[in-house]
């Protein structure tokens, strides 16, 4: 079994303080795509969230924006089975699976895969935030853009209400670009949550944080993210032959390093 697994790429995902600046990697993510139509020994591709970016956005103009994107992933499924893990900022695509799309839509913490005797379970990751609730995914997917920035401020409000009676001074809105919204050290509470939570035998593999590692153990994975503020985009997860490799693309150079979590 050959897999590949890609989180946040956040499709959608505009400058805040230039709404015709795109921020997210779509150029790089579609010739990613065609690198995995022509990869030998894979037949399993994973989307862990946030491929799409809908929050304080049009749904419908997102998907417009992207349909090149939507299409190459159908083209993949004939190929190999395309997995998709729900993100928060994607939430509301679980909705799309009575309109006859071919994607395999996973809620929660429910797709696993087993090789060689090793569960990888997959997830999006944002329940490890504390202050992320599937209660305001929904309502930050608004009908129009306008709307959409409505409930940004909303959601904003909300936020530095819980950082105050909280005293969870890193949880930042999630609106704000990585850059500003996560701590310079790679491993915060969040990773560690994530890190607490494996069980013996498995291994996890999960996004959110948009940072990029993999841990001492050789039993979590987080697959970093393809935007443009990201301190290293375009990673992704290849499992091939039983061994894991952390990749950058374009070019595939593996990322060595470990973290400690």
Known sequence: MGIIAVSDVHLGYMNPDDKKESLSNKDDFEKFLDMVDNRDGIDKLVLCGDVFDMWARDMVGVFIENADILYKLQMLQSKMEVYYVIGNHDYYVR???NFRYQFNFYKGDILTLQDRGTTYRFKHGYDFEPI???????A???????????ASRAYKVWTNWYEK???EGQFESMLEPAKKRLSPAKITDI???ACRSVKDGEILVFGHTHKPF?????????LGSWTKDSEVPNTYLEVKDGKMKLKKFPGGKEITEREEC
Do not use: P
């Not at 992320?132 to 929904?138: L, P, Q, R």
């Open 191 to 193: 990773e560690l949550r």
């Open 140 to 150: 930050l997917c608004y009908s129009n853009d306008e709307l959409g920035n409505i």
């Open 165 to 167: 009676f909280t005293g």
């Open 132 to 138: 992320m609730n599937e209660i305001y995914f929904d």
């Open 95 to 97: 909705k799309l699976k």
């Open 214 to 222: 993999i841990n001492i153990k050789g039993n979590v994975v987080n």
